[in-house]
């Protein structure tokens, strides 16, 4: 069995369960990462666990160092990485509190530290990004919810904005016609990122709130957490029956 991490959002700072190992402080050419990462154990599986916001929950999205924590992942040893995100819903389905395991990605996110492949200490490198998350990972993780009787989308498609500010209407109805079904500020560069190092990568998408324009008024962050509340705790169950398997 490969390594595996997982990477926790907005509503998943630590993993409840994991039984602690140790705890690595790393320094990467690219900087800190976002936090220690945590090493663990979870039914006799080794997990690394790192929040991808910091522990206690203080960087943006826009200033997350994902190249950081990607790189400390590999350098830890990690070849597959389940990322744990909360989104916007913008399609029917992607209704609060559903989760979705996406199939494809659009970036919209600019100014962001995007690749490894940038000097001259590497060749000109095009990475294939066809299938930007593992259909092999993402099969496993359908399982898993299956399992755990959590019903999810097995698949859809994520948008990816800049932040920290949500959405406008106009922006959605833009992001709709793309193709997207749900919204987050967290997915790109991290899978791009993964994709360069050669590590496996998946998504959960925990639908926090209706996406800006999808219902009357504005969208509040107390509706938000609740709502992340009880998705987490799903989010938690699939993993546990994910990591069982
Ligand atoms: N937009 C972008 N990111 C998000 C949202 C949203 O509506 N909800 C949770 N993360």
Known sequence: MTTLAIIGGTGL???????????????????????????????????????????????????INYRANIWGLKQLG???????????????????????????????????????????????THIDFTYPYSPSLRAQLIAAAADAHISVSPTGTYGCTQGPRLESTAEIKRMEQDGCDVVGMTGMPEAALAKELGMEYAAISVVANWAAGKTEGEITMAEIEQHLHVGMANVAAILKSFIAR
């Open 13 to 63: 700072t630590q993993l409840s369960d994991l039984t602690l190992i140790k705890r690595d402080k790393l320094d990467t050419p690219y900087g800190a990462p976002s936090a220690d990462f945590i090493t663990g154990e979870l039914k006799h599986q080794q997990v690394v666990f790192l929040a991808r916001h910091g522990n206690p929950h203080t960087i943006a999205p826009h200033k």
């Open 78 to 124: 990690v070849e597959r990485i389940i990322a744990v995100a909360a989104v916007g819903g913008i399609t029917s389905a992607m209704a609060p509190r559903h989760i979705a395991i996406p199939d494809q990605i659009i970036d919209y996110t600019y100014s962001r530290k995007h690749t490894f492949f940038e000097d001259e200490n590497y060749p000109v």
